[in-house]
């Protein structure tokens, strides 16, 4: 019975990592990052409007699905690091770069917005990099490097969308 009640805890992991704990904070980052992307970029996808609509509506729907995806793989390699992720949503977001859009925009304003937040991500994703590098931690460094590649294509093609205004 008392099985049913194990609750999640920090592990050492033996894999050759030398210090998976920090590595494990800077991929936290990354998880914010990502989840508020993809809540930032599902919110566009909804309220864009105007001759833009479909290219927007449909590259932000691909984005999403993409990131929503990723948010599972960062999420479960810091759990194989030994370490915890947050529980909660205020704890979760509490720590992204993505900035928040607070009223309603136009299409190449809305696309503007999200390649700077993507920008900002993949730059957040670089210092994963080489964290994992110093860290002996190949593992994380492939999956920070395959990150950043997304979303450094993400701020270009939603950078080259914004400038048909």
């Known amino acids: ?7 999640p805890t ?11 704990a920090s590595t494990a904070k800077l991929l936290s980052l990354a998880l914010a990052d990502t989840y ?7 919110a ?15 590259l932000t729907e691909t984005q999403y699905g993409d990131l929503f995806a990723a948010a599972d ?9 030994g370490h915890l992720t947050a529980t909660s949503p205020k704890d979760l977001l509490s720590d992204s770069v993505v900035a928040d859009i607070k009223a309603p925009q136009d299409a190449p304003a809305l696309c503007k917005s999200l390649a700077s937040d993507h920008s900002k991500v993949a730059k ?7 964290a994992a590098d110093k860290a002996r931690d190949p593992v994380t460094a492939d999956l920070a490097t395959a990150r950043a590649a997304f979303h ?5 093609m939603l950078g080259a969308l914004a400038k048909t205004s």
Do not use: Q, Y
């Open 1 to 7: 019975m008392s099985d049913l009640k194990t609750k």
């Open 10 to 20: 920090m592990t050492d992991v033996k894999t050759g990592v030398k210090d998976a």
């Open 36 to 42: 508020s992307l993809l809540i930032k970029t599902h």
């Open 44 to 58: 566009v996808h909804w309220n864009v409007e105007g001759p833009m609509f479909f290219a927007v509506h449909t």
């Open 73 to 81: 793989v960062i999420a479960e390699r810091i759990r194989a690091l």
């Open 124 to 130: 957040r994703l670089h210092d994963v990099i080489e």
């Open 152 to 156: 450094e294509k993400s701020a270009w």
